[in-house]
């Protein structure tokens, strides 16, 4: 489902956050992407390596640490929208593009994007692609907004060579124009090998325990609207999640667009007191620092020491983030091609 919103551009120069109840101190560096896109996807490999997607069929990598940001485009994608990017190394990435019909596609690179394979070309004119996550580098699933009153998930066990819809038999009914928000590719989630969670713009969770073979769905206490909804979900681990959104027309309000869960998604509690400040569009646990979480949207961010439990306003605003696997760096993107490296300090 598409979803824009105004983003605020905000002077980032190389600042930190300060540190305060206990939270990580973040440093912000500023690079240089070379594009002028809206970046909607991340995914950070190492401390050196980073893959950004966005509007315009961009599709970038940084191998320096960000200090050089080179094109790894798809040739005749100029009209597509990268929504997501999901990276398994320098070498091997998976691009979805999203859109009504042909529009919603996921390409493969198997050489650091000097070839891009069309794995998946959508035929059905009501589908809509969202976002998607990997387990590991074979198995993987996406996300499509409802059709007729059906949840579109697909399933890859062969490294995308085959993309398979799940029945509708396994899945739960959908609510009328239930899907997601397609705003920073974060609303799949996957644990281990057979975990995963799914956001929807109706303020539920999907889950599936059994990497895709049955599924469970709950509604969270997560305000919902034309505009609001789940934009993001990240788990610690198998028990431990938190879900955020807000109202994207209405970026600065604040009332209830975050929860969390201790039990796998089992159940949901509103964090209202100490919550998050405004629409966030991703959240992320921090690799290196297993209580902290930090949530983004384009108006600003927020962090938290306690699982999710309270949170703090820090300043940057960005519409995506990832750090890379047990690593103290991550990459934040937004409009305009902004990207800034984000280090994490004690």
């Known amino acids: 489902m598409i979803r824009t919103s105004t983003a605020v551009v905000l002077a980032l120069g190389a600042l930190s956050s300060a540190a305060a109840n206990g939270t ?8 240089q992407s070379g594009v002028t896109a809206r970046l909607r996807g991340v995914s950070a490999v190492s401390d050196r390596t980073a893959w950004a997607s966005g509007a315009g069929g961009t599709i970038l990598r940084t191998m320096d640490g960000g200090a050089t940001w080179q094109r790894r485009s798809i040739a005749g994608t100029e009209r597509l929208d990268f929504r997501d990017i999901d990276a398994i190394s320098a070498v091997v990435a998976y691009a979805l593009s999203i859109g009504p019909g042909e529009a919603s596609r996921i390409y493969k690179t198997p050489d650091g994007g000097e070839r891009w394979e069309l794995q998946f070309a959508n035929a059905d004119p009501k589908v809509f692609l969202d976002a998607m996550a990997f387990w590991d580098s074979e198995r993987g699933i996406a996300f499509s907004d409802s059709v007729d009153g059906q949840f579109v998930i697909l399933t890859t066990v062969n490294g995308g060579r085959a993309w398979e819809r799940i029945p509708s038999e396994r899945l739960p009914p959908a609510l009328p124009g239930e899907g997601a928000f397609a705003a920073s590719g974060t609303n799949v989630a996957t644990i281990g090998r057979t975990l995963a969670w799914i956001g929807t713009t109706a303020g539920r969770v999907l889950r599936t325990a ?7 769905i709950v509604k969270t206490p997560v305000r919902t609207g034309e505009a609001a909804g789940i934009f993001s979900i990240a788990f610690r681990d198998a028990t431990h999640g938190v879900v955020v959104g807000g109202d994207y027309k209405n970026e600065r309000d604040a009332v209830e667009n975050v929860a969390v869960t201790k039990d796998g998604g089992i159940a949901w509690s509103l964090v209202s007191n100490h919550g998050l400040s405004g629409y966030r569009s991703v ?19 927020d962090i938290s020491a306690d699982a999710g439990a309270t949170w703090m306003p820090v300043a940057q605003g960005f519409d995506t983030l990832s750090f890379a696997p047990r690593s103290r760096t991550g990459w934040a993107t937004g409009d305009q091609g902004r990207i800034a490296k984000v280090t994490i300090h004690d």
């Open 24 to 31: 990580a101190r973040l440093e912000w560096q500023p690079q």
């Open 210 to 216: 059994d990497a895709g073979q049955t599924w469970s």
């Open 283 to 301: 959240v992320a646990w921090m690799p290196v620092k297993p209580q902290d979480v930090l949530a983004i949207g384009p108006s600003g961010a």
